[in-house]
């Protein structure tokens, strides 16, 4: 089993940037692919993108590719989302979460076996 702590969220205004942190204790944290997701107000829970375990391949939702980055450090047990030229479309409550097939790039939510608490991110316009 692992933990998973989300950090990072805030208010910031259209074409700024936010780095979100998710922090994963218990099993070993490369075992394991890592996705962020987030639930606009009043939406379903949406993909945002996913990372390998070993951190070699990533993918993401056309929304945010070119402006989103994932990334990861198992040294540190700990993945990030990078977000740059954010929009008001993106204020959502944002997850990460961990998937035991890890050398697959998955974005269903059923595809994912842990999940943090989220992290409020909101832009203003």
């Known amino acids: 089993q692992v933990q998973l702590v989300e950090s990072g969220g805030g208010l910031v205004h259209a074409g700024g940037s936010l780095r979100l942190s998710c922090a994963a204790s218990?099993?070993?944290?490369?075992?394991?692919?890592l996705g962020w997701f987030r639930q606009p107000p009043g939406k379903e829970r949406e993909f945002v993108a996913a990372i390998t375990g070993s951190g070699a391949n990533t993918y993401y939702a056309d929304s945010v590719k070119g402006r989103f980055t994932i990334s990861r450090d198992n040294a540190k047990n700990t993945g990030y989302l990078q977000m740059n030229s954010l929009k008001s479309e993106d204020t959502a409550l944002y997850y990460c979460?961990?998937?035991?097939?890890?050398?697959?790039?998955?974005?269903?939510?059923?595809?994912?076996?842990?999940w943090g608490q989220g992290t409020q991110v909101t832009v203003s316009s």
């Open positions: 979460a961990v998937d035991q097939i890890f050398y697959k790039l998955r974005r269903t939510v059923d595809s994912y076996d842990y």
């Open positions: 218990g099993r070993t944290f490369s075992t394991y692919g």
